[in-house]
């Protein structure tokens, strides 16, 4: 039997041994973190920094305290706009392109091998093109040379062009479409490769159980096998819904019309990159991130809810 | 008991009527994925006559080479040569990816497999990281590569996207979920940790290797290089051929002709390594 003091110096002794045993560990974190750090971490932090200053960019940040953040929520009406914008384009975009995804994976999974490998690409497509959403721009087209138009009208469904993307009422709608048309990225593969990997004696076991049809294998075998692949797509769907910015900018104009595709990170772009306020995009930046952390991780407790993680 | 139907033998829970419809659907909006590039690609084969012409026509009436022609007579007459930017782009893209995958591999197995003091923590930051978006990170993240006199070299480039969040937490994922048991049968066998993780945990993990390449390929390849590189020697493709593209309406034949270019590395890579996942799948290791 030890004694207290015995028991004492040996917990104490083992968190630093464990960290030397584990110093192999660490050894191969080192190149991603130490990278990590500075050119993520350090931004971030200067960021925080910057939020609580009033920095032009071209003179030295001189401290306000949090003024920028009061003047945030009281002051600023835009903002409003902006967030709504944004809360709008996460609701729905968000959950639409994760379950189009989620939907969209395991309908190509039931087909043939060869199948499967061309639709894959097919879907997956968008999300790898860079700019080519511009050319949505050109489908879109406000005038009687858009496609869109000339399809619509020629058919007998409208009169006159519509503005799709100088109308206030309709820009947000084709942006929603074009983000939801390149959303299919990196969550998609993801999925795809979640559900070749369940293991496909459960599914087998689950048909002798008296599993009669496609939906209730997805939903009691497959869906809680692909837990890991199910938090990583939300997390990124989350973080995808809520920056949305080069879409907007390219398409709806910078500022659109009525500020009607406004979204908060076109609002961080225009204080920080046009109006030279970087003190004050910081600040929104702050919030905005503060937003998607606790979105993240309402997010995250459902998932592990549906799926055993 | 699955259903068979003379020769074709369908598995468990399938029929022929459900095939078909997840066929058609499938068809339909893979139509609607596909449109904007049946449409650049359409855009880079009319003459350019036929660009601005109204009733505007989707498809091309007669399709011609003269763009891509157009646009290799721009890229000779250029000050620097045309494939210096292509090589610049190309050594950018390859070393970036690889050192992201073996970076990122190396990171994601310690914090999948073992345990050990601010395991947890150091993961939970990387996942905070991904999350946190918006052009203000771009002005420090400036002033970090010019502190580290990184400016004006390819590394400026390649260095600040190889610790990306998303590969890490990808390939966490996806070796947390190799089995347990091949990995000790390796620590038994004398195994360090290095070797564990070269020769059993790597080939295990192809698929998110191959995701990982894709995306981090992508993602270089289509980059600018921003404000990191000012010297015209080590600027990327991507630059210059926007350049081209937003020249005006005289180029715009040559423009998609460009867009339709710069998309073909990366739909290769894909589709070459795509078989490879699915081929992998087909062979993975311990059973039940």
């Avoid at chain 1, 003190?279 to 995250?300: K, T």
């Avoid at chain 2, 080479?65 to 007459?77: A, F, I, K, Q």
């Avoid at chain 2, 040569?81 to 190309?90: D, L, V």
């Avoid at chain 2, 497999?113 to 990387?126: A, D, E, Q, R």
Wanted: aromatic content about 14%.
């Amino acid at each position: 039997m030890m004694s207290a003091s015995r028991k004492r110096q040996r917990r104490e002794w083992s968190l630093l041994s464990r960290i030397i045993r584990a110093r192999g560990c660490y050894a191969m974190l080192a190149p991603f973190y130490i990278l990590f750090f500075m050119f993520i971490i350090l931004p971030i932090l200067g960021a925080t920094f910057l939020s609580f200053t009033d920095f032009n960019m071209l003179e030295i940040p001189a401290f306000v305290g949090l003024e920028n953040y009061a003047r945030l929520f009281f002051d600023d009406d835009v903002f409003l706009i902006a967030a709504n914008n944004t809360f709008i384009f996460a609701v729905i975009t968000g959950p639409i392109s994760y379950f189009a995804c989620l939907i969209f994976a395991w309908l190509i999974n039931e087909l043939n091998p060869k199948l499967r490998a061309i639709l894959t690409f097919v879907f997956y497509a968008p999300s790898i093109s860079g700019m080519l959403f511009v050319m949505w721009g050109f489908i879109f087209s406000g005038d009687m040379y858009g496609y869109l138009n000339y399809f619509l009208m020629s058919l007998g469904f409208i009169n006159q062009p519509v503005q799709w993307l100088t109308n206030s009422e309709t820009v947000l709608g084709v942006v929603i479409v074009v983000q939801i048309w390149m959303s299919l990225g990196t969550s998609f593969l993801s999925f795809i490769a979640g559900l070749q990997n369940v293991d496909r004696q459960l599914y087998e076991a689950a048909a002798v159980d008296g599993v009669r049809n496609r939906l209730q294998e997805l939903l009691y075998v497959t869906l809680p096998s692909m837990g890991p692949q199910l938090l990583f797509g939300a997390v990124m769907q989350i973080g995808a819904a809520f920056s949305v910015s080069s879409i907007c900018m390219t398409l709806a104009g910078f500022p659109s019309t009525d500020n009607a595709a406004l979204t908060i990170v076109t609002h961080i772009y225009d204080y920080g990159n046009v109006r030279f306020e970087m003190g004050y995009a910081c600040a929104v930046s702050m919030v905005l991130f503060v937003l998607i952390l606790s979105v993240n991780h309402v997010i995250q407790r459902i998932i592990t809810r549906v799926a055993d993680v | 008991m699955p259903k068979q139907q003379g020769g074709r033998h369908l598995g468990v829970n399938r029929s022929l009527a459900g095939d078909i419809l997840v066929f058609a659907v499938l068809a339909c909006f893979g139509a609607f994925m596909l449109l904007p590039f049946i449409y650049a690609i359409a855009q880079s084969v009319k003459p350019i006559e036929e660009i601005f012409v109204f009733p505007p026509r989707f498809l091309a009436n007669h399709p011609t080479t003269e763009n891509y022609r157009m646009l290799s007579h721009l890229t000779d007459s250029l000050w620097i040569p045309f494939s210096r930017y292509a090589a610049n782009s190309i050594f950018v893209t390859v070393v970036g990816t690889l050192l992201n995958l073996i970076v990122a591999s190396m990171a994601a197995f310690p914090l999948a497999k073992y345990k050990f003091p601010g395991s947890g923590f150091l993961f939970n930051i990387v996942v905070m990281a991904l999350l946190f978006t918006g052009p203000v990170t771009a002005l420090p993240q400036y002033i970090v590569v010019a502190k580290t006199q990184l400016i004006n070299t390819p590394w400026a480039v390649i260095l600040p996207t190889v610790a990306l969040p998303l590969g890490l937490f990808l390939m966490k994922n996806f070796m947390t979920q190799i089995n347990d048991a091949m990995l000790e049968a390796a620590r038994i066998d004398g195994a360090g940790i290095f070797r564990v993780f070269v020769s059993i945990c790597m080939p295990l993990v192809k698929p998110a290797s191959f995701t990982l390449v894709i995306f981090s390929f992508q993602s270089l390849w289509n980059s600018t290089g921003g404000a990191y590189v000012y010297e015209e020697e080590l600027k990327l493709l991507p630059t210059i051929l926007n350049q081209i593209a937003t020249a005006g309406m005289s180029r715009v034949g040559p423009g998609a002709a460009a867009a339709v270019l710069m998309m073909i590395p990366s739909f290769l890579i894909f589709v070459l390594l795509q078989s490879r996942i699915i081929e992998t799948m087909a062979f993975s290791g311990i059973k039940g």
